[in-house]
């Protein structure tokens, strides 16, 4: 049996379960093979409980917000996706504890370009929301691809990617970008009804990408639609991380491929 699971926040349903299930339809292991969202509290040092989760057999986790970074903290076999990034979204069983990865990178940029349909950036130019992991990732995704990133934010926070980070104020200032992604968690769970707090640029155009997905559009999406822009939610991220983290996992615990 592979047990697999997803560390959150208590919140709206999440639809990893269900794009996992797609991955594994037909596999031969299929019917030995689980995967559950457990709601736990944030937690500064998850050394304790993640000791606990190898004795009790789990064999990977998701991690999604509020723990990327707290849960990348507590792990100190990393790879170098991981650790250029500094946070987690993907963790798998070693022999002695726990490795963590980063499939949220790879996943942001494959999830975008696959909706280019021809389109090409003017001036490489991104304006991040947010300074949580899920933005570490995708700005990590940005820079490698040769894009001035911009991070805005309520605070800063130590050390992001060598990047300076200024107040959601700063937008007022800045110069339009190519593509503005909430990476955020204002229009999540409890906090559906809020966006950030920005200055809205010139979006003619240009991309605007939402990390958040659900039923319905954002706050985010929504006024990103009325400047013009390309709208995408958080699905395509999802799915492409999801597949990658199953690689990952399936490659380091053995798994057939089907």
């Not at 379960?17 to 998850?46: F, M, N, Q, T, V």
């Amino acid at each position: 049996m592979f047990r697999f699971g997803l560390l959150r926040a208590a919140g709206p349903p999440s639809r990893s379960p269900e794009l996992y299930r797609a991955l594994w339809a037909g596999h031969s292991l299929e019917s030995k093979l689980s995967y559950a969202p457990l709601d736990l509290e944030p937690r500064a040092d998850w050394t304790k409980w993640l000791h606990e989760a190898h004795l009790a057999g789990w064999s990977g986790f998701n991690a999604t917000i509020p723990h990327k970074i707290d849960v990348f903290n507590s792990v100190p076999d990393r790879t170098a996706a991981a650790q250029a990034i500094g946070a987690t979204n993907c963790l798998v069983r070693t022999p002695l504890g726990w490795q963590c990865h980063n499939t949220d990178a790879d996943g942001f940029w494959e999830g975008w370009a696959s909706n280019w349909r021809g389109y090409q950036p003017r001036h490489y130019r991104a304006w991040v929301l947010g300074n949580g992991g899920a933005a570490r990732a995708i700005a990590y995704a940005l820079l490698a691809r040769g894009f001035e990133v911009h991070c805005f934010a309520r605070a800063p926070r130590p050390d992001f990617l060598g990047l300076t980070q200024l107040p959601f104020e700063a937008t007022a200032d800045a110069s339009p970008p190519d593509v503005i992604v909430n990476a955020t968690s204002l229009g999540h769970g409890t906090q559906s009804n809020l966006e950030p707090p920005i200055t809205w640029p010139d979006l003619r155009g240009a991309w605007a990408i939402d990390a958040v997905y659900g039923p319905q559009p954002t706050p985010f999406q929504i006024q990103a639609a009325q400047m013009d822009a390309q709208v995408l939610d958080g699905m395509p991220m999802l799915r492409m991380q999801a597949k990658k983290a199953w690689e990952y996992w399936s490659g380091m615990l053995n798994i057939p491929d089907f």
